[in-house]
């Protein structure tokens, strides 16, 4: 089982929809979790993260933990055609230092005018 | 205050030819990264430097080495480059705060 696998997509929502996408993890000690965002021919942007805590919400995001069923959620609310790009989400790699990530292979989202 | 900066942003090679990619960052983090994606593949770890003077092997080592120049900069080499290795090429780099902070990425083609 890899370390952390998403749903490749495309997933396509229409303007001001919320949009879903998830992230299932391997490890059940894992103790934070990162999404980026990815735009086509950009790198890589990190746009949230949380802990094994609890659930965090920065304005139209909001990421939420299910820890029995390992997996976490990113939530956008009222999608904009600017959120169409690719989610990567990352855990703390199982091995080589702490700060090492694994990420997922992303999840293409659509937001349809 | 740039972040993190990489060299070339594209770049051609013929099979066997050897090159470096350079990545230089600001925010004074201990740890950098080199990564590579490919389409379907997400991004995987070729190699990293937990802090100065330390590199160790990521997932996919194979065919590349690097070299931590100083805090600021960390070296990615091709010494002798195959198709296989056509792929786009991130710098990253880590402090105390969470999350990796990427550069804008080298898109390598190997004829």
């Known amino acids: 089982q890899k370390e952390v696998e998403q749903n490749s997509g495309p997933l396509s929502v229409p303007e001001g929809a919320i949009a879903s996408l998830n992230c299932t993890y391997s490890?059940?000690?894992?103790?934070?979790f990162f999404w980026y965002r990815q735009y086509s021919g950009k790198s890589p942007e990190l746009i949230m993260f949380?802990?094994?805590?609890g659930d965090k919400e920065d304005g139209r995001f909001t990421a939420q933990l299910n820890k029995a069923s390992q997996y976490v959620s990113l939530l956008i609310r009222d999608s904009q055609p600017s959120d169409s790009a690719t989610y990567l989400c990352?855990?703390?790699?199982?091995?080589?230092?702490?700060?090492?990530?694994?990420f997922g292979s992303g999840t293409q989202l659509t937001v349809l005018p | 205050n740039a972040g993190v900066t990489q060299t070339p942003k594209f770049q051609v090679l013929k099979t066997g030819q050897s090159m470096t990619l350079q990545c230089a960052q600001d925010?004074?983090?201990?740890?950098m990264y080199w990564y590579r994606q490919d389409p379907g593949m997400g991004l995987r770890l070729i190699y990293y430097?937990?802090?100065?003077?330390?590199?160790d092997k990521g997932e996919v080592p194979n065919g590349y080495n690097v070299s931590r120049l100083n805090k600021r900069e960390f070296s990615l080499r091709l010494e002798s480059a195959a198709p296989s290795q056509t792929s786009v090429y991130f710098c990253?780099?880590?402090?105390?705060?969470?999350?990796?902070?990427f550069g804008s990425g080298t898109q390598l083609s190997v004829l």
């Open positions: 990253a780099s880590s402090d105390t705060n969470p999350g990796q902070f």
């Open positions: 490890d059940r000690g894992s103790q934070s």
């Open positions: 949380i802990y094994s805590n």
């Open positions: 925010m004074n983090h201990n740890s």
């Open positions: 430097s937990a802090s100065e003077g330390t590199t």
């Open positions: 990352a855990v703390p790699a199982l091995s080589g230092s702490a700060r090492q990530l694994t």
